[in-house]
């Protein structure tokens, strides 16, 4: 079974600064999908950025951006010029093609004015 | 744009009682899933369904039951509930291999 492993429980960080979450997973699949997903106090789920195993190039939303190591099996987000909104929890997520998701227990990030 | 629709939102249930808990999605998503989700340990995915009369388990299925009769639907079963169970249950919907569409989640909680 495909395990996901976020290693800081809680963050935080300075208004503008940036901020990196670390996510490790664990798969002998070559072909997979990666996500990250936020969750705010409003306890609604949200999608932040997808990565497809298959692609060397990390994937970008904005001020979001992922480090894909696909040998060490990691997959990191950076949450540049955060804002008080970027608070929440975020959960990494991982999936085989045709299969179920799974996520790591999460990091709750704090964004400090 | 309703999305996924989870009724109900919240649920206060005795040990021993049953409920059911629904699942809309009007996307028209092959895919369903049922997830719980409790202080340090993420969402752990119960049950999903790759498709209409289809179910299978997920890494905590005990205690529960599933059923998929209509593609819309997805109903999430407790026979009888034990405190262990109270939570907050999340329904999601998707494609093969896309991003998973969540609801706003049902908060249950078993006295």
């Known amino acids: 079974a495909q395990t996901v492993t976020q290693s800081q429980p809680e963050m935080s960080v300075q208004e503008a600064e940036t901020v990196t979450l670390s996510c490790t997973y664990d798969?002998?699949?070559?072909?997979?999908?990666l996500f990250w997903y936020k969750q705010p106090p409003s306890r609604q789920m949200i999608l932040v950025i997808r990565q497809e195993a298959y692609k060397q190039q990390n994937a970008t939303e904005n001020r979001f951006s992922v480090n894909f190591q696909k040998a060490a099996k990691s997959f990191s987000l950076k949450i540049s010029d955060s804002q008080l909104g970027d608070t929440a929890m975020y959960f990494c997520?991982?999936?085989?093609?045709?299969?179920?998701?799974?996520f790591g227990a999460g990091t709750r990030l704090t964004v400090k004015p | 744009n309703a999305g996924v629709t989870q009724t109900p939102k919240f649920r206060v249930l005795k040990t021993g009682q049953s409920m059911t808990l629904l699942c809309a999605q009007d996307?028209?998503?092959?895919?369903m899933y049922w997830y719980r989700q409790d202080p340090g340990m993420g969402l752990r995915l119960i049950h999903y369904?790759?498709?209409?009369?289809?179910?299978a388990k997920g890494e905590v299925p005990d205690g529960y039951n599933v059923s998929r009769l209509k593609k819309q639907n997805f109903l999430l079963g407790l026979e009888s509930a034990a405190p262990s169970q109270t939570s907050v249950y999340f329904c999601?919907?998707?494609?093969?291999?896309?991003?998973?569409?969540f609801g706003e989640g049902s908060r249950l909680t078993v006295l």
């Open positions: 999601a919907s998707s494609p093969p291999a896309g991003e998973l569409f």
């Open positions: 996307m028209n998503h092959e895919y």
């Open positions: 997520a991982f999936m085989k093609p045709l299969d179920d998701m799974r």
């Open positions: 798969t002998s699949e070559n072909n997979y999908y």
């Open positions: 369904s790759v498709g209409e009369g289809t179910t």
